[in-house]
């Protein structure tokens, strides 16, 4: 079973640890769903390193989700958000970035203009990670607690 977390707190340790806590919490989370479901559900949390295993590694997560929720969670729901916010505003930051950073450059020396882009960058990053981490803390904190499989059933994965 899934342990329920305050969601006020990812969003405070997301800011101590500078982001990590994401990492961690979606290791965490992982390990937590394999142990309801008894074997290897979700894969190792180093794909979400990868740009494209991120993804790959997020669709896993919210399946093997999806279905410890009995669908109260949905799949497609779920992992729509978390490529809306992790990939989806670098487009539309990238579509808008002029406005604001040519006021930057008009202020700031280039170096200083590059480092505020970063770390402005770096900030979205961070907190939409920990928005979405704390919105899928939130909906498995409102779950009643699902109850175990039998012993004698295994998971299988549903076939697109």
Known sequence: MIARHSTS?????QVITL???FLYWCKRSGQELNSYYGHKLVPTFWWLILPFGAIWWMWQYTMALSD??????????????????TYGWEIILNIFSSFPFNI????????GAA???????YIVTVMGCAFFSSLVQRKLNGLACPTPLPADKTYSPKVA
Do not use: C, M, P, W
Not at 69 to 83: A, W
């Open 104 to 111: 930057l450059n008009s202020h700031l020396s280039k170096t």
């Open 19 to 21: 982001g990590f806590y």
């Open 68 to 85: 410890y929720s009995r669908g109260r969670i949905k799949q497609e729901d779920t992992f729509f958000l978390f490529v809306l916010i």
């Open 115 to 121: 480092v505020g882009y970063i770390a402005f960058i």
């Open 9 to 13: 707190k990812i969003y405070v340790y």
